[in-house]
T-cell receptor
Framework: DVKVTQSSRYLVKRTGEKVFLECVQD?????MFWYRQDPGLGLRLIYF???????EKGDIPEGYSVSREKKERFSLILESASTNQTSMYLC???????????FGPGTRLTVT | GQNIDQPTEMTATEGAIVQINCTYQ??????LFWYQQHAGEAPTFLSY????GLEEKGRFSSFLSRSKGYSYLLLKELQMKDSASYLC????????????????FGAGTQVVVTP
């Protein structure tokens, strides 16, 4: 079974803090994704990566950056957290480009 | 890009059938996925359609009409555990690396199954 894990289920941070969200997958997938999920808006793609050290902007990259130093790990960074970044963050991975994506359990981030 | 529409909520009784519609507008279609997401959990893959027609998987079936930009997910013999959000996602057929393979998700349809 593919397993995608995320470092925290719940996180509370203050405005202006630097926040790191970690995602690890154990199935040697090339492709990894970061989404945020908000009521009424569905899942929106923040960044994705097709390979180590490679990253591409998704639909809403502003205020975020990512890091992929190892194949199994994809990190999402909020350089200076703001209240409008309060959301559920979901990481996903896929074996082939455009293939079925496997999701982690999500991190519910609250920025106060 | 894509524009994906699905109903916000549907209610049905145990044992019944529910059909969740998804319409999309896209500059380049390359497949449609359905995911199930229980409250507080990760989305899990249900089905994938890239050609027109019906794909059946047990109690769940998914249909696609590319010419109409339309899909539906059919849930038969509803069970209480089917209460969840159902997400329609369209895969882009981009011409460049930065768009191919990305999924665009609808807002999800919350299905409530009542006894």
């Amino acid at each position: 079974d593919v397993k995608v894990t995320q470092s925290s289920r719940y996180l509370v941070k203050r405005t202006g803090e630097k926040v790191f969200l970690e995602c690890v997958q154990d199935m040697d997938h090339e492709n990894m994704f970061w989404y945020r999920q908000d009521p009424g808006l569905g899942l929106r793609l923040i960044y994705f990566s097709y390979d180590v050290k490679m990253k591409e902007k998704g639909d809403i990259p502003e205020g975020y950056s990512v890091s992929r130093e190892k194949k199994e790990r994809f990190s999402l960074i909020l350089e200076s957290a703001s209240t409008n970044q309060t959301s559920m963050y979901l990481c996903a991975s896929s074996l082939v480009v455009g293939g079925e994506q496997y999701f982690g359990p999500g991190t519910r981030l609250t920025v106060t | 890009g894509q524009n994906i529409d699905q109903p916000t909520e549907m209610t049905a009784t145990e044992g019944a059938i529910v059909q969740i519609n998804c319409t999309y507008q896209t500059s380049g279609f390359n497949g449609l996925f359905w995911y199930q997401q229980h409250a507080g959990e990760a989305p899990t893959f249900l089905s994938y359609n890239v050609l027109d027609g019906l794909e059946e998987k047990g109690r769940f079936s998914s249909f696609l009409s590319r010419s109409k930009g339309y899909s539906y997910l059919l849930l038969k013999e509803l069970q209480m555990k089917d209460s969840a959000s159902y997400l329609c996602a369209v895969r882009d057929k981009g011409m460049t690396t930065d768009s191919w393979g990305k999924l665009q998700f609808g807002a999800g349809t919350q299905v409530v199954v009542t006894p």
